[in-house]
C-alpha cells in the first residue's frame, strides 16, 4: 500500500511538474485591415516565447517578462478573450498563451486613434466632435476600460521586450 502511494505521489508530481514548465509565448500581430485599392498592405508579427524554466524564476529578463505579462492580467483581471474589433480598420491582437492557459485579445483602437478625432468606443468608431477622448471613454463600461488598459500595458510590454532583445543583438 505504501508503495502504491509513492508511485501515485510521483506521478502527480510529474504531471505537476510538466505542466508548470509548458511553453510560454505572447504573440502580437499587426493586421492592416481591408487594402484601399493600389495601396500595398502589411502585416507585422512579434512573437515572445519562453520555453523551460529558470532554476531561479525571476532572474532572467524572459522571466521577468512573462511574470509582468501574468501580473497585468491578474490586475486587471482578465480571464477571457476580448475583441473590439471594426471591420475593414485595422486593428492589433494579442495572444496569449501562459502554462497551456490561452488568451486573445484584439483591438482597433490603437491604429484607428492615430485621427485625434476618432476614439474607438464599445460601439466602434465615433467621432470625437470637440469631446475629450477621456470623457468619451470614461462613459463606456468598467470592463470595457480595463480590457482596453490591459491591452495597452500587454502591448507596451511585448514591445520593450522585442526592442531589448533587438538591442543586445545590434
Known sequence: MRRTSQILLSLI???I???????DKVSVRYLPGYPLPGQSSERVDVRVERTGHSAKAGEQDVDRFFDLVRATLSEYRIDRDWQI????APSIEISIDLNGH????VSAHIPVERSANLVVT???IEALNRRARGAVLSEQSEEFRRHRMAFDRLLELTLERTRARLSAAF
Open 122 to 124: 464599445e460601439r466602434g
Open 85 to 88: 474589433a471594426v471591420p475593414d
Open 102 to 105: 490561452q488568451l486573445r485579445l
Open 17 to 23: 511538474t510538466a505542466f508548470a514548465h509548458a511553453d
Open 13 to 15: 508530481l510529474l504531471c
